[in-house]
């Protein structure tokens, strides 16, 4: 080979180990740009799952703060707790959607973006709901003690009427003793009790004791002074009990029935007398002598106001 051809040669050979070395820059670079591309991905991937995890951890340690939030107001009250059980179940299903958008390892920019939007979303939505369920608690608590110090003063009330009852129970049974005494203390009493068969000639009387000669029986007597009696008009009952213990009546001639301490009893005859408190009063009550009366001794008995005034005798033969 001549050295021309050796020079032809050589140059031949040079180009192809520039073309080579050219293929293989290309190459390399290729690799090395694959490469920059790969760790770019890796990192982007990377800071996705970092920037994922710290949104995880957020809500873990959100879900947790809210459920022991939640769990403070429980067991006060039934119908509060009812509420805090909706509330938990709302604010569950929601992290449960949150930590499934968090669960992609592949997640995208909006769909991180998506995921804070939800989170603080749900924060507002726990704030919100803690705060009607803390001014139901305080609520709950106000009507706790609106409720005990209505305790507390129905209990006051309930012995301040016991004692009032007491009280008044005394003061009737002291007005009732009063009223006994004043009752008794102004009782009338009659006096100088005179008894008498009558026989009517005209407008005169005369004062017989055999039976088959009188008229009317008269009843006459004295009623004392008594200024605690009130003045004014009495009735004075006579009842006349005859020799066999029956009271002498006739209602055509005036008889009746009265009340003597709740018991029902006859009377023979009444009169309307105007008492004179200060000074006293005289009266006097007839009653005609009526069919069936026998000879003996009859006693005249004088009420008024309830009370036994006084007792006359009346002999008839």
């Known amino acids: 080979m001549n050295p021309e051809e050796q020079i032809a040669k050589d ?58 939030l939640l769990l403070e107001y429980k067991g006060r009250n039934e119908e509060l707790d009812s509420i805090i059980d909706d509330k938990n179940d709302e604010i569950a299903s929601k992290i449960a959607q949150i930590r499934q958008m968090l669960s992609d390892k592949n997640l995208t920019r909006k769909q991180l973006e998506d995921a804070k939007k939800e989170i603080a979303m749900l924060k507002v939505k726990i704030a919100r709901e803690t705060y009607v369920i803390d001014s139901l608690s305080r609520e709950n608590d106000q009507l706790k003690e609106a409720f005990a110090e209505l305790s507390e003063e129905n209990i006051t009330i309930k012995e301040e009427f016991e004692e009032q009852k007491t009280e008044n129970a005394n003061l009737s049974s002291t007005n009732k003793t009063l009223s006994d005494k004043v009752r008794k203390a102004s009782r009338l009493t009659a006096t100088n009790i005179k008894v008498d068969g009558i026989m009517m000639r005209g407008t005169k009387e005369r004062e017989k004791s055999k039976l088959s000669r009188i008229d009317k029986i008269k009843v006459q007597f004295n009623i004392d002074k008594n200024e605690i009696a009130d003045a004014g008009i009495k009735i004075i009952y006579l009842r006349l009990v005859g020799p066999d213990g029956s009271t002498v009546s006739n209602e055509t001639a005036g008889s009746g029935v009265f009340e003597v301490a709740g018991e029902s009893m006859k009377y023979t005859s009444k009169a309307k007398v105007n008492f004179d408190n200060a000074k006293g009063s005289s009266a006097i009550i007839y009653f005609d002598k009526i069919p069936g009366m026998v000879a003996g001794t009859y006693k005249s008995i004088l009420y008024c106001d309830e009370f036994v005034m006084g007792e006359g005798e009346l002999k008839l033969r």
Do not use: C, P, R
């Not at 140059?11 to 050219?22: A, H, P």
């Not at 293929?23 to 690799?31: E, Q, R, S, W």
């Open 11 to 68: 140059k031949k050979t040079k180009v192809y180990l520039l073309i080579i070395i050219g293929v293989l820059f290309i190459i390399n670079f290729a690799l090395l740009y694959n490469l920059i591309s790969k760790d770019k991905i890796l990192v982007t991937t990377e800071t996705k799952l970092e920037d994922a995890q710290v949104e995880k951890n957020e809500l873990d340690k959100m879900m947790k703060e809210t459920e022991n």
